[in-house]
């Protein structure tokens, strides 16, 4: 075993210090985007972003949503237009923060095949309809019995996804600590799992906490 505890990051983007792991990959599953007529469009990941920047360029005019700091970076940095940033990521907070700015408009919702969230349900929930594109599709990076993390490791998941792809490859070892990009994440662990928050949902505080908690270990 190593002398202090390895860190391993589920994202596909790798991060300085720790060791890569990737559990989910992505494929694209539409070759157009109908985004004519919309007043905005919302994103929910960076890889959204990246897929409907990459299908259709010129959707970069459209005006974007962008739920968390990570997404709106990600619109940003390829030179798209961010319209608004929701305060959090929460059903009841992010319908009554989308009906009260955007009630009149039309709104696309750029999305992943599955979803652990169900914004379109929540939304209508509140009296607002959404238009949706599903533009590509999550699957499972498959990993040999030998990569498993050893006994002690610090596991970070970035999402829903990252879990289940975890488990289905190696299942769970009790003696590890996870450690989360949000309460959305979490609840999908296996109970009784010592788990600990990010402070922000952000691939870097992950980060941050995982070497903070290897450094106390």
Known sequence: MHAEPPIYLLSPQPREGVD?????????????????????????????VRTAYTIE???????????????????????GRVGHVPVN??????????????????????????????????????????GEQVIYETGCVEYVPED??????????TSPSTIRCFLDNFGWDASYTAVVIGEATKAH????????????????TCVEKALELRVKS
Do not use: H, W
């Open 189 to 204: 662990l296996p109970e009784g799992t010592r788990c600990f928050v990010a402070s922000e949902p952000m691939i870097d």
């Open 20 to 48: 890569s792991l990737p559990m989910i990959s992505f494929t694209q599953c539409a070759d157009a985007i109908c985004y004519e007529g919309y007043d905005y469009l919302l994103f929910t990941s960076k890889e959204a």
């Open 148 to 157: 498993k993390p050893e006994e002690g490791s610090i596991i970070i998941f």
């Open 89 to 130: 990521y929460y059903a009841k907070e992010l319908a009554e923060d989308i009906k009260e700015l955007f009630a009149n408009a039309r709104i696309l919702y750029l999305r992943p095949k599955t979803v652990s969230y169900d914004i379109k349900a929540a939304l209508a929930g509140e009296g607002i309809e959404l």
């Open 57 to 79: 360029p010129q959707c970069k005019t459209v005006p974007a949503i962008a739920i968390g700091e990570a997404t709106r970076k990600e619109i940003e940095k390829r030179g």
